[in-house]
Every structure is written in C-alpha cells, then in structure tokens.
C-alpha cells in the first residue's frame, strides 16, 4: 500500500504544515492543512471548525475548492497533515470528495512526527464512486 517518499512529496506536505497553523479549531483543537497539486501549482485549506458540527469543512475539501476555484479539475497529489503523533489520513467524505477529481492521485500523509507516509487515493478508498458510474448504460430501462 505504501509508496516511496520523494523529494516533490515532502515538499508539498511543507505547504500542508505550514497552512495547518492558519487552522480555525476551537472545538476540537485538532488543526489539519492539506494542499493540493493540480496543473503545477498547489493549492492550500485548512479546517475550519464551526458551532454546528455538520457544517465543518475540512482541510482536504478547502485545498480542493481552491484548485477547483482556479480552474483545475484534475489533481496530481495532496498531502495532509494535521496535529496527530502519527500520520493523519483523510476522513471517508474526503476520500470520496476527493476522487472526483483522480481516483488515483498520490496521498501524502503526515503528523507532529518525522514519519511521513505515501499512498494513492484508490488504495485508500477502492471501489471508489466515481462519473464513470453515472456514465453507464442501463441496459434499455427507463
């Protein structure tokens, strides 16, 4: 499951730390960052706590709206962090979110230590709901 960390990996999951300390979490005190790359540029959010729980947003869905908002619709890579030991990998909504735009890009996972993780979207959610379904011929039925 888990790829080799490069160079552009850790680099990109610099942008996540560094957006992570612009997190707004007074409920939990969990801060996330995420950043996006997608067309050879990043993309950074962060989460953003609210009194209704429901109406949080997290870290990986704002750096995805960012890229959206700038034109992008196809993700290279995102990297994630957030202020766990170990490293913090994307909530099950995220996940799915997050396929809509390449069900096979790069995670890279990170936390408050050195260790730093790597690995694809579809690893993390196989079997993935994607266009492609909504694409399928009903075989006739109406």
């Known amino acids: 499951m888990s790829e080799r960390v490069t160079q552009a990996d850790l680099a990109l999951l610099a942008f996540a730390?560094?957006?992570?300390?612009?997190?707004?979490?007074?409920?939990?005190?969990f801060r996330v960052g995420a950043a996006v790359f997608a067309g050879g540029d990043i993309y950074v959010g962060v989460n953003v706590?609210?009194?209704?729980?429901?109406?949080?947003?997290?870290?990986?869905r704002g750096a995805a709206m960012a890229a959206v908002a700038a034109g992008h619709t196809f993700f290279d890579a995102i990297a994630i962090v957030g202020d766990s030991e170990s490293p913090t990998v994307p909530c099950g909504a995220c996940?799915?979110?997050?396929?809509?735009f390449n069900p096979e890009m790069?995670?890279?996972?990170?936390?408050?230590s050195?260790?730093?993780?790597?690995?694809?979207?579809?690893?993390?959610?196989?079997?993935a709901f994607v266009r492609g379904y909504l694409d399928e011929d009903d075989g006739g039925e109406e």
């Open 17 to 29: 730390r560094e957006a992570k300390q612009k997190a707004y979490a007074p409920y939990s005190g």
């Open 49 to 60: 706590e609210n009194a209704a729980y429901g109406s949080t947003i997290c870290a990986e």
């Open 95 to 100: 996940r799915q979110f997050l396929a809509e």
């Open 106 to 112: 790069r995670v890279v996972i990170g936390g408050r």
């Open 114 to 127: 050195d260790t730093v993780e790597v690995m694809t979207l579809d690893a993390l959610l196989p079997e």
